[in-house]
């Protein structure tokens, strides 16, 4: 009886990272459901994202510009008394990586990547409350370099830093244990970074390097997270994430100031909202499933050399088994249909349609309950 109701645990369905291209550099989705784990708990996963994502335009095709993403999670989980919990997770919450390999601008590529360490320790306030919270240390770089000027020349523009940031998580959860029934809402600070750099371009007097200060920040965001059975061996789950991408740029100054490119890299105008509903069915007292699937609306964002999609819609799905002995396995899998944008991605450049775009992403997860 323990593995069947260890298998309506909320935090063992929709792992299926929120993958596959999300709001801005969203990936992950910052998940903290480990917390709500029963007992002592560690897991471990490994996850990859493929899309094609494809330009067009009169001077030349971009061919498929999206690379490959490849990440890796992990987390554990102690009871230290009755009430007092708490939760160490590594996870990559932003993510995305560009490179142009045809048309017009080929040679230009950038690699974006935000990994956490967060401690959350979690405190029932009674049988139905419990607030949680705790520090996040990021790790955010950038490699970021821009068209060629001819074969065999350096890049016109080029960039790469590292930095370390502290961000905090604070949340408060409602539930019924014994019907499964939950809601939590969860904050994500933003996490500032201080760069202190050097840019490489091409000037009036040829390639030279130059100091560089300025700020990066990744968005505050928050989680609402809701479950309920609909029958003995069935389990809801339905969310929304609302991520704060109105106002970040991720934009060296001597990249917005060089002719070649007269834009950021990356600025986001409008916030993000995605929806997530997912289906748990337990089929036996060792092995469940699920359905799962998202929708984010169209932010009405500006094209640029980074940013060619805009919102979009997933399906998914994956399969949950669990041993007596408390080994987990996990597999699970979304596709998810993106939409293009178009227009000049920097100024007197050609009109670009990116038109619609797709992508896939699976998942495999390990945990051990002891």
Same mark, same amino acid.
């Given at each position: 009886?323990?593995?069947?109701?260890?298998?309506?645990?909320?935090?063992?369905?929709?792992?299926?990272?929120?993958?596959?291209?999300?709001?801005?550099?969203?990936?992950?989705?910052?998940?903290?459901?480990?917390?709500?784990?029963?007992?002592?708990?560690?897991?471990?996963?490994?996850?990859?994202?493929?899309?094609?994502?494809?330009?067009?335009?009169? *001077? &030349?095709?971009?061919?498929?510009? =999206?690379? $490959?993403?490849?990440?890796? /999670? #992990?987390? +554990?989980?102690?009871? @230290?008394?009755?009430?007092?919990?708490?939760?160490?997770?590594?996870?990559?919450?932003?993510?995305?990586?560009?490179?142009?390999? *045809? &048309?017009?601008?080929?040679?230009? =590529?950038? $690699?974006?990547?935000?990994? /956490? #360490?967060? +401690?959350?320790?979690? @405190?029932?306030?009674?049988?139905?409350?419990?607030?949680?919270?705790?520090?996040?240390?990021?790790?955010?770089?950038?490699?970021?370099? &821009?068209?060629?000027?001819?074969?065999?020349?350096?890049?016109?523009?080029?960039?790469?830093?590292?930095?370390?940031? @502290?961000?905090?998580?604070?949340?408060?959860?409602?539930?019924?244990?014994?019907?499964?029934?939950?809601?939590?809402?969860?904050y994500n600070s933003a996490i500032t970074h201080d760069i202190d750099t050097t840019e490489t371009?091409?000037?009036?007097?040829?390639?030279?390097?130059?100091?560089?200060?300025?700020?990066?920040?990744?968005?505050?965001?928050?989680?609402?997270?809701?479950?309920?059975?609909?029958?003995?061996?069935?389990?809801?789950?339905?969310?929304?994430?609302?991520?704060?991408?109105?106002?970040?740029?991720?934009?060296?100054?001597?990249?917005?100031?060089?002719?070649?490119?007269?834009?950021?890299?990356?600025?986001?105008?409008?916030?993000?909202?995605?929806?997530?509903?997912?289906?748990?069915?337990?089929?036996?007292?060792?092995?469940?499933?699920?359905?799962?699937?998202?929708?984010?609306?169209?932010?009405?964002?500006?094209?640029?050399?980074?940013?060619?999609?805009?919102?979009?819609?997933?399906?998914?799905?994956?399969?949950?088994?669990?041993?007596?002995?408390?080994?987990?396995?996990?597999?699970?899998?979304?596709?998810?249909?993106?939409?293009?944008?178009?227009?000049?991605?920097?100024?007197?450049?050609?009109?670009?349609?990116?038109?619609?775009?797709?992508?896939?992403?699976?998942?495999?997860?390990?945990?051990?309950?002891?």
């Amino acid at each position: 009886m323990k593995n069947l109701k260890t298998l309506l645990c909320a935090s063992t369905i929709a792992l299926a990272p929120s993958l596959s291209h999300a709001g801005g550099f969203d990936l992950t989705g910052q998940p903290i459901g480990i917390i709500f784990e029963e007992g002592n708990y560690i897991e471990g996963s490994v996850g990859m994202v493929t899309a094609d994502v494809e330009g067009s335009n009169i *001077a &030349g095709d971009s061919g498929n510009i =999206a690379d $490959d993403l490849r990440f890796g /999670t #992990f987390g +554990a989980k102690f009871d @230290f008394t009755d009430r007092i919990s708490g939760a160490l997770i590594y996870d990559t919450p932003f993510y995305r990586k560009t490179t142009y390999e *045809a &048309g017009p601008f080929d040679g230009t =590529a950038a $690699d974006v990547i935000a990994t /956490t #360490f967060t +401690a959350v320790g979690r @405190f029932k306030l009674g049988e139905n409350f419990s607030v949680y919270g705790g520090p996040r240390l990021q790790v955010s770089s950038i490699d970021l370099q &821009g068209p060629f000027a001819a074969p065999g020349f350096p890049p016109v523009y080029q960039i790469d830093l590292k930095d370390t940031g @502290f961000g905090f998580v604070a949340g408060a959860a409602a539930e019924v244990p014994e019907y499964k029934i939950r809601a939590a809402l969860t904050y994500n600070s933003a996490i500032t970074h201080d760069i202190d750099t050097t840019e490489t371009f091409f000037g009036r007097t040829g390639f030279v390097s130059a100091p560089s200060k300025f700020d990066l920040e990744t968005p505050q965001s928050v989680n609402l997270d809701l479950q309920a059975p609909i029958s003995q061996s069935t389990l809801v789950k339905a969310s929304v994430r609302w991520v704060n991408w109105d106002g970040v740029n991720l934009t060296p100054p001597n990249f917005l100031a060089n002719p070649a490119f007269g834009r950021p890299v990356v600025e986001y105008t409008e916030d993000v909202f995605t929806y997530r509903l997912t289906v748990a069915q337990r089929f036996n007292e060792n092995l469940a499933g699920f359905v799962t699937g998202s929708y984010e609306a169209d932010g009405g964002e500006e094209i640029s050399l980074f940013k060619s999609i805009d919102g979009g819609y997933s399906l998914g799905g994956g399969v949950i088994f669990e041993s007596d002995e408390g080994l987990r396995l996990q597999l699970a899998g979304e596709y998810r249909w993106l939409k293009g944008t178009s227009g000049s991605q920097v100024p007197g450049a050609p009109f670009t349609d990116f038109g619609d775009a797709d992508a896939i992403g699976l998942s495999l997860k390990v945990g051990y309950r002891f």
